[in-house]
């Protein structure tokens, strides 16, 4: 990678019971949260259902996209958890018991209760890497710039606490955050023209409601974003001379999020 190239990422959500409502999908933030503190750009989320021709599809076309492409659900002992499969199609490599993982595996159940389902968990495509799991023992696995790991929120976590230093660190993002009192629309010709000049930086602009009750009036938050602290602190002052020429006072906000 050539130096100052950014480190991207994409995030492939699997799973039926995500696409029909049945399970709320927390993974994306924490996975984005995750990459955004070792400087990795999360640029895309897929979701796809359970269904081995999607999955390898969408497998095929981001890990070539991006720098890492990591995916959640499907690598239980169930009919259904065919991630293990679809990876294993998607880079033409033979879908194996993987020995590391069997006795992994193995020590977790007796065995009476270490069943052909329960060995499905050990299933990779040859030459994985394991991501060990504190949580359950069940592993996920790597393969060449894919990680595959579980669904369950708490297991993903453990998963990513493994796949850490197995990533190239890219230059974190700067954020500084305004809050100005002051309709959206009123001041959108201006921040283009404040991005026009600033090309290096990012401007998202996020309206809310006044609230009535508490007196607070309507507004908008504006977050600057970039990698250089200095073109950030210049556009984010540009921001807040706009807001002072209007006769308002922009607010700093401490979380930018």
């Known amino acids: 990678m050539g130096e100052g190239k950014p480190i991207t990422a994409a995030v492939l959500v699997i799973g039926d019971e995500i696409l ?7 993974n994306v933030v924490t996975i984005a949260r995750f990459l955004a503190e070792l400087g990795i750009d999360l640029s895309e989320v897929r979701f796809v259902p359970d269904i081995e021709g999607e999955i390898v599809a969408a497998v095929n076309a981001l890990k070539l996209r991006y ?27 033979p879908v194996e018991h993987n ?6 595996l193995a020590k977790r159940y007796t065995p009476q209760d270490f069943n052909e389902r329960r060995q ?10 394991l991501i060990k799991n504190s949580v359950s023992v069940a592993p996920g696995f790597q393969i060449g710039n894919v990680f595959v790991m579980a669904g369950v929120p708490k297991i993903m976590q453990a998963m990513l606490e493994d ?3 197995r990533l190239t660190r ?15 629309g009123g001041i959108a010709a201006a921040l283009a023209a404040i991005q026009d000049r600033h090309s290096e930086i990012a401007i998202g602009s996020y309206p809310f409601f006044g609230d009535s009750a508490t007196g607070r009036s309507a ?14 602190a ?24």
């Open 20 to 26: 029909s409502g049945r399970t709320q999908d927390v």
């Open 67 to 93: 720098t890492y492409l990591f995916t959640t659900g499907g690598i239980g002992p169930t009919h259904d958890d065919i991630t293990s499969d679809a990876i294993g199609r998607a880079f033409g490599l």
């Open 99 to 104: 020995t590391e993982a069997l006795a992994l």
């Open 120 to 129: 499905r968990m050990a299933r990779m495509p040859r030459g994985a890497v």
């Open 163 to 165: 796949v850490r230093p």
């Open 170 to 184: 890219g230059t974190k993002m700067i954020s500084r955050s305004l809050t100005v009192r002051l309709p959206e």
């Open 219 to 232: 507004g908008t938050m504006l977050v600057v974003r970039g990698r250089d602290e200095g073109a950030v």
């Open 234 to 257: 210049r556009a984010a002052e540009e921001i807040a001379q706009l807001a002072r020429s209007l006769g308002v006072e922009p607010e700093a906000v401490t979380d930018p999020r």
